[in-house]
């Protein structure tokens, strides 16, 4: 006798174990009860950032005084919300993709086909499909309203994800699955308005007044009531009967999704097939990748057009500050875009590759053609939002030589992205790799790897000042290539103990897992408490968050260096010591005596310094611990003992490029300003390190550099 | 006389009830006739071989079985229950080998069985004894504890099996089970089978290994295109196809399956 209970205890804890373990990298790393890993925290940083923007989303509509504008406001959040859970319920039932991507999603995969589910288990599998839905709308909800929302939110999630169930049980009761396909696509758009409608609630609320439906619900909210009974009693059922439909028909529910259609294609054009066009051919047939990218593409052309007719059509055109703000954020917004496109698109290419080995292993295919494929077709895909951008800036009236330098950076920045990206969906998402499904394929370490620099060139407060984060993307996606060039192998060989990432790329991956730590912890202590002054980060809080990721860094590099030698902590002349100490207080001073000058260059390029809110004696011990003693040991340790290392080994008879490239990588992670004297520093570290072959030395430099700077700004 | 073919000639003697039974079964995918009119049935103690060349239908027949898809013209049962308005139900009668296994990758194979006893709502306990000696036998044990996504093909069949078994079922519905498993192994579980059919159950497998067939199929459905072409014992099928008692099957196969050219 089958209890629906056992079968949800059973189904969530594979949700978890999906959760967790999922997130183990390559093949060779699988275990079983690895638990904890840098992944892992990747994900939980992701759900943590999407609550915590719920929370910040709250507060302009907390902040609106009157009465009949807030509850306005709220019903267009109501709104929003259920268009968000509805969509996201509809998006995660659907085919996106090739058959193999639905193996990695665990409530869509095959083996639950074949087993007796209940049509209530079913349902709450369409419920749990609204993804990350309440992590973004419970927060906004009890932002906005506080505690007593909290029976509404899980009734509006009920309701939301029920019209969603719905929507899936009349689709594919009545459509063919590759009609289906495009329509999952298409829901990626409601998504999209549904977070705009939820982030806009505000202004529509005090432009346009009450949302058609939802606003007794709204108002009563507004005003601290429960909402209508008959209200709340109508939504239920609602819910109910969309669950009730998605489970009956999704007892059948593999009815159509394998059926493909046989079209018959006529093939234009007599130039032969090669891989390059292969991979647009394949784009293009395969419709809900094609529309996929469409609606990605087409929202920045809509952006455009609109902005476009805005200026010309409206008061003239907009003042300097106005246009440069714009430009800024316009770049940002697309750069956004470019990474959800390159992601979701090389994830369905190498998801391809994955179903048609077979074919391609039995072919004289050399891995760089394999990689260039699919680098050139995202290449591609970059140039309308790079035109775009262009458009944009031509009608904004641009004249700013800086803003074009931007300009410029943002398409190098889109090449090596596209480029970069197509080798990393091969580096986590290749032959074997229990790679995401549970989240979005943003949500990966690899992937992080690469965003960060590229976000660091876009949202640099000066051209100049993005040209560190230009480098490190370029270097990271030199790497992630030569990286991926390995890895490609496994379409020749499926072997299990293929070495599938070089020594240097899980490096790197461990200094994504130290951002991402850095990043977590900093959202939960500051959930946890207020800072004093909103408009600057408080020292308690960024010491904190530091401290503990400093020690994560260190744990994880001791841990993960595996093949680079045994770590050496005191060199073998102790004289060295002070020549390190020497050379850290000297980049010090200069330091200190650059301080003005630099920031005299700063202001003339319109840069405002970053200021820091002490708030009191513990925020001054704690910044001060991080500073003096956590930043020297876990960035010596790191940059150093591993990223160092794994470069010397890689570059070989070259290898005494190794500390350049080591210390332009630590003094890109450091603020913008402090850039040429941090590579100095990190110089001599490196040379000390290499000389030396221990870390003694470079943490003697780097502590010594830390006190004088920190002295002086005192 | 070997376990098989004793079972085979009690199975002749005295007709067991029949488990799975289709009666004009249809399905149609667009305009494509995937199974055109099925009469047949798998009886207790019985091996049915589903015997047709690619597309001609087997696959889908066994899903119709399993309620994955629904009938377009007349009606499949199991034990009684109508497969296309109870497919729970259904799925709780048949253990399913599929052609292409796929498991949770982050899953140990041990892990997937348990799994597959709760959804089953079965006690673990009793459902590993019941399962010792299959693993014993498959040769399964040393890689329980390792995660699926590092199996062989092979391993992941021999899994797939395994998992068909935890319930007991009195249906097994094998699509392929021979397919990518090494001779040694795919001896093992050729035995394995007439053990299982010895004991009571129905099984209903598709190949186009027609040799095994012939080794352990006490009946076969010759499927073309949809249709059924012919069905009967090995003996029968030669005799209907005009041919001795030392030919071989394929030959039979190939007069009966016989396509314009």
Redesign the interface.
Known sequence: ???LR??L??IGR?LW??FT??A?GG?GE???GSVLSARLLLRLLFLALIARNGLDLARPIRAIADDAERSAALGWALLGAIAVTASLTVGFQQPIGAAAAR?LR?LQ???L???????STRAVLALLSSGWAPFLFGPFFLGAVGIRAAASVAELWLLGAGLGAAAVAVMRRFL?AHRLAPIAAATGVVVLSGVLVLTQAAWLGRRLGAAPALSSWARALAEGRAPPALAQLAALALAALGFAAFGAVE??G??RL??Q??RSVRTRGTRPLDLRRLERRLLVRERSALVLSAVALLIPVVLTAVLVWGVAYGSGAPERVVVEALAVTLLTSFASFAVWICFGQASIAVARDVVARPLLSSLPIPPSATLAGKGALLSWMMLPLVVCAGVMFLFLRVDAPELWARWLLFAGALWLLARGTAAIAFLSQGL?S?TPGAGTPIGSLDNLIIVVPVMGVVLAPHPLLALPSFGALALVSWEARRAALRCVRWLDDAS?LLERSTPLWRALLGFAMFLSAQSLIALLLGAAGRPSEPDAPAASLMGGAYLVSALALAAYTIGRRGELGRLRWRPARRWTLALGAACGLATGALGVVLQPAIARLLERLGVEGAQVAMGGTLGALLLGLAVLVAAPLAEELYFRGWLQEALALQLGRRRVWAPVLAAFAFAAVHPGPAFPVVWLLGLAAGALYARTGALGPGIAAHAAHNALVWWASR | MSPAIASRSQAERTPAPAILRAEGLSKR??A?LAVAALTCEVRSGEVVGLIGPNGAGKTTTM?LA?????PSEGRIEVLGVDC?SD???V??LIG?V?DEP???????GR??VD??C????LERQAAWERLEPFVAKLELAPEL???V??YSHGTKKKLALLLALVHGPPLLLLDEPTNGLDPPSANLVRRLLSELAAAGAGILLSTHLLDMADRICHRLVFLDRGRLVAGGTPAELRALAGLGGDASLEDAFLRLVARPA
């Open positions: 006798m089958i209890h056992r079968q205890v059973a594979l174990r999906n373990r999922s183990i093949r699988a275990r079983v193996r665990p995969h095959p083996l086909a074949i087993l007796p589910v209940l049509a063919a007892r059948h593999y009815d394998d059926v259609p046989t074997g229990a299990l | 995918f667009g494509k899903r399993l309620g994955l898809l629904l296309a497919s729970v139900r799925k709780e399913y599929p796929a498991f949770y990758e982050f899953l140990s892990e997937t799994f597959a709760e959804m089953r709502g504890d390792r995660l996504s590092g």
